[in-house]
């Protein structure tokens, strides 16, 4: 147990941790935004996995890392659109369409890789971007500036995201459209329009998180490489309480404890490895459970609107 607590190996576990909350972040900051706007995704796992396909497969044909990032956010919003049609103009119950739609990316997305790609290949990702001067400070050099441009992009959205809901004219009508839509339509705010804008985007936002899965942390593709990493992402935004900074806390606090049972496997700790993959899950669920009773959610969450009502 005492090599645990050397100081090379607690900076490497919390590099790990602020390196795997990036999916995380990418994917919670886009699912609160639809959820401010009244709309629950639950399909954000199988967004993910189509994401992680489309990066992973055009960087592989082509080696172009950006295409990658693009095709996962192209795919992401389709998916997104896919999603609004069903739960915003069909007004189809949120949860059921949710999960309908992750098994849809969960199946096409194997499908395509069995039928495209055939076998797990590896592609070169995006390489570590070092941060002159600020990398080379002892202990929090290699902790917060020794990192990918997909990990700084996904802590840079946690402050874009705050600004857009709370310093903008359409995050005041996102916030509108999820707590009261009918004061909203009254005011002449497209209660449907702006739904329909903040599940395209959460979408977008889960395609990319899934390519900064496939591209930017593991520089493969296989069938559910998320893991129901979506499903978290879902919770982390009720943990958060639809509040971007709150995520990232939630974001940190989750992939932190997934490092460390990481490093415990590689430093051979005598911890069943069975019990230290449950560990994160296990921590998340006792966290939501506290978190949930001191937060409220969007008064309009998961209720379709109709003008006229």
């Not at 919670?28 to 994401?51: F, H, K, T």
């Not at 080696?63 to 998916?79: K, P, R």
């Not at 309908?100 to 096409?108: P, R, W």
């Not at 490489?225 to 974001?251: D, E």
């Amino acid at each position: 147990m005492k090599e645990f607590f050397t100081v090379a190996v607690l900076v490497g576990i919390a590099h790990s941790g602020i390196r795997l909350a990036a999916p995380y972040l990418f994917a919670s900051l886009g699912e609160m935004v639809g959820q401010l706007s009244g709309v629950l995704n639950l399909g954000v796992d199988g967004i993910m996995l189509m994401g992680a396909f489309a990066a992973f497969y055009v960087v592989f044909m082509t080696g172009n890392l950006w295409l990658g990032l693009l095709a996962a956010l192209i795919v992401g919003a389709l998916m997104g659109l896919l999603m609004a049609v069903i739960s915003v103009t069909m007004g189809a119950e949120q949860g059921i369409s949710g999960i309908g739609l992750y098994l849809f990316g969960l199946g096409l997305s194997s499908l395509l890789f069995k039928t495209m790609i055939g076998s797990v290949e590896s592609v070169s990702g995006f390489s570590t971007l070092r941060i002159p001067v600020l990398s080379e400070l002892p202990i929090i050099g290699p902790i917060f500036f020794d990192h990918s441009v997909v990990v700084y992009l996904a802590y840079l959205m946690v402050p874009v995201s705050w600004y857009l809901i709370n310093r903008t004219t359409l995050g005041l009508k996102i916030r509108a459209a999820g707590q009261n839509p009918e004061a909203a339509d009254s005011l002449g705010v497209s209660v449907n329009g702006v739904r329909y804008i903040t599940v395209i985007y959460g979408s977008a936002m889960a395609g990319i998180a899934g390519a900064a899965l496939s591209i930017g942390l593991l520089n493969v593709f296989q069938e559910n490489m998320t893991n129901g990493l979506g499903f978290i992402a879902v919770a982390l935004v009720y943990f958060g309480g639809w509040r971007p900074f709150g995520i990232l806390g939630g974001a940190l606090l989750f992939s932190t404890v997934n490092a460390l049972q990481l490093w415990a496997q590689v430093l051979g700790l005598p911890i069943p490895s069975d019990l230290a993959v449950m560990l994160p899950y296990v921590l998340t669920i006792i966290a939501l459970a506290f978190a949930v009773r001191q937060v409220r959610q969007p008064a309009a969450l998961t209720k379709p609107f109709e003008r006229g009502e």
